[in-house]
């Protein structure tokens, strides 16, 4: 580790969402630093560098993953890419934080924990919105009982992004709504019950030109007669909420999954006992940098301090739910997470298949 007893972190690619939220972050945390920056184009990367002041640049991933003096990897590339470079990275000896979804499907999630189970380092996949402080309180309210049982999750996330060059709005590298925004609902519900869907089933519309999901709305049935409905688009008007239902309560979200760094979040909590809000709480959370927390969070369970609220298993949990779902679209019928096809047939690369691994490392 530095000197400073932080953990150096290198960045594979200048993804918006690096340089816009997760660099000044981990450039910000208490127990992070950003050391390295690579890109497919040396000067966009020295550029990048400049800009958010990170001593090193890299023209290519793989010079970034020999530099010695980089401990962990975020690695934010596109979706269709986050499985080979997430190996690889661990391969070369570093810990990985993967964007989110941290594949494309849960047979290539267990690829990444298997070289993880290997080579003994961590890996996280960036649901930063397990690290606000607004979801650890929404989880004890839930398990304190004051909302009662709570039986019904909803969650809506959209925004309106039609530019066909954007990574969301191309199919084969992983691009569409459930993959990019419909993973949180799925994710925040699986939080929130503590437990694993047993079926689910999904309605999409695809774009005709895009042939993405630019509309999805699904359903999922936990154990216990519990559920959750969920809306996500890629062409509606930016919006997102969450509402968690129970017996003798409700808790709303107002701004679930992008509560700006620097401003007040905050929840409702409603005991139901009248219409216009005579049972409401307000709880108000100060400005939290979600990114920051997880990084520091990252940075503690490297250094033995601490457990991360999430592993690996959980992450193919999760897409074993997102291959139910994408089954779902092709049969029109309920589809259960998990068992032996736990493999979606979308056109993505192969995990276990170095031949068509490497053709999509054409980037
Ligand atoms: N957790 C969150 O809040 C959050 C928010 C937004 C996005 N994300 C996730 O972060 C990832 C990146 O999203 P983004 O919006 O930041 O994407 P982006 O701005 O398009 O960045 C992706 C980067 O990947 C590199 N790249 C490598 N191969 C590529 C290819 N074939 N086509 C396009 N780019 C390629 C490019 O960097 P170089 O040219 O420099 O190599 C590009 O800048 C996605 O997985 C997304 O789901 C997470």
């Known amino acids: 580790m530095a000197a400073t007893g932080k953990l150096r972190w290198g960045v594979l690619s200048t993804a918006g969402i690096a340089r816009n939220h997760v660099i000044p972050a981990m450039k910000s945390g208490e127990l992070t630093e950003v050391v390295a920056i690579a890109s497919r184009d040396a000067a966009r990367a020295a550029k990048a560098a400049m800009d958010l002041g990170i001593p090193r640049s890299y023209g290519s991933y793989e010079e970034l993953l020999r530099d010695p ?39 290539e999630t267990l690829d990444i924990l298997a070289v993880q189970k290997r080579t003994g380092r961590i890996v996280l996949e960036g649901f930063m919105v397990r690290f606000h402080p607004q979801w650890e309180a929404v989880r004890t309210i839930v398990r304190s009982g004051r909302i009662g049982q709570v039986r019904a999750v909803q969650a809506i996330f959209t925004y309106f992004l039609t530019d066909p060059q954007n990574i969301r709005n191309r199919a084969n590298l992983g691009g569409g709504g459930l993959y990019d925004i419909g993973c949180y609902a799925i994710n925040t519900a699986r939080y929130v019950f503590g437990a694993e869907p047993e079926r689910v089933i999904g309605l999409f519309d695809m774009d005709p030109d895009l042939a993405t999901d630019r509309l999805t709305s699904g359903l999922a049935e936990f154990p216990g007669h519990r559920q959750l409905a969920f809306t996500c688009a890629t062409q509606l008007s930016p919006c997102q909420h969450v509402e ?11 701004l679930p999954f992008n509560p700006a760094a620097d401003a007040e979040t905050f929840i409702c909590i409603d005991d139901g006992r009248d219409l216009s ?27 033995g301090n601490g457990p991360l609220v999430s592993d690996l298993s959980d992450s193919v949990k ?8 994408f089954r779902s679209q092709k049969s029109g019928q309920w589809e259960k997470p998990g068992g032996p096809d736990a493999t979606n047939d979308r056109p993505l690369i192969t995990a276990t298949d170095e031949g068509k691994r490497s053709d999509n490392l054409a980037i």
């Open 69 to 107: 003096e980089v401990d962990a990897v975020y690695n934010p590339l596109p979706n269709h890419l986050h499985a080979i470079w997430t190996i690889r990275a661990l391969e070369a000896g570093k810990r990985v934080l993967v964007e989110k979804p941290a594949a494309m499907n849960a047979q």
């Open 244 to 254: 968690i239902l129970g017996t003798s309560g409700c808790i709303s979200i107002a």
């Open 277 to 303: 809000g005579g049972g409401r709480e307000t709880i108000r959370f100060p400005a939290a940098d979600q990114y920051k927390k997880q990084g520091d969070a990252f940075a503690r369970a490297v250094f």
């Open 318 to 325: 999760n897409m074993q739910v997102i291959d139910a779902f």
